[in-house]
């Protein structure tokens, strides 16, 4: 049951380019917002589309991934474990991300899919 700690499986759509970064000691990281979405009937009858944003970071090999076939509008399934960190910003208040640490990534659906097809 250990794998199953602290493990998320997302598909969805590519909000934004994909950032990518080398650093110094050569390690990639790729970082991009993932779509998810979940379709409802409420009680008025009307279908709702509720659009949930993730962050998604890459390291290493799923980063040359990211780098080489994500774009925005993509479809991609994504797993991996979920990470909450803290900053302080500019102007010293503190803020809280929560990020996706991808894991594995499989290209899903049409290379020519655009986001506003989406939504």
């Given at each position: 049951?250990?794998a199953?700690?602290n493990?998320a499986?997302?598909?969805g759509y590519?909000?934004n380019e994909?950032?990518?970064?080398?650093?110094e000691?050569?390690?990639?990281r790729?970082?991009?917002?993932l779509?998810?979405n979940?379709?409802?009937t409420?009680?008025?009858g009307e279908?709702v589309?509720?659009?949930?944003?993730?962050?998604?970071?890459a390291w290493d090999?799923q980063?040359?991934?990211?780098?080489?076939y994500?774009q925005?509008g993509?479809e991609?399934?994504?797993?991996?474990?979920i990470?909450?960190?803290?900053y302080e910003?500019?102007a010293?208040?503190k803020?809280y991300?929560?990020?996706?640490?991808c894991?594995?990534?499989?290209?899903?659906?049409?290379?020519?899919a655009k986001?506003?097809?989406?939504?």
């Open positions: 049951m250990n199953l700690r493990q499986q997302l598909i590519v909000g994909p950032e990518i970064l080398t650093l000691n050569g390690k990639k790729a970082k991009f917002s779509a998810t979940e379709t409802y409420d009680g008025s279908r589309v509720d659009t949930q944003w993730h962050n998604i970071i090999r980063a040359d991934i990211v780098e080489k994500v925005t993509k991609v399934a994504v797993s991996g474990k990470l909450t960190r803290s910003d500019a010293g208040v803020k991300v929560t990020e996706i640490r894991s594995e990534l499989l290209l899903l659906g049409k290379p020519e986001i506003e097809e989406v939504f």
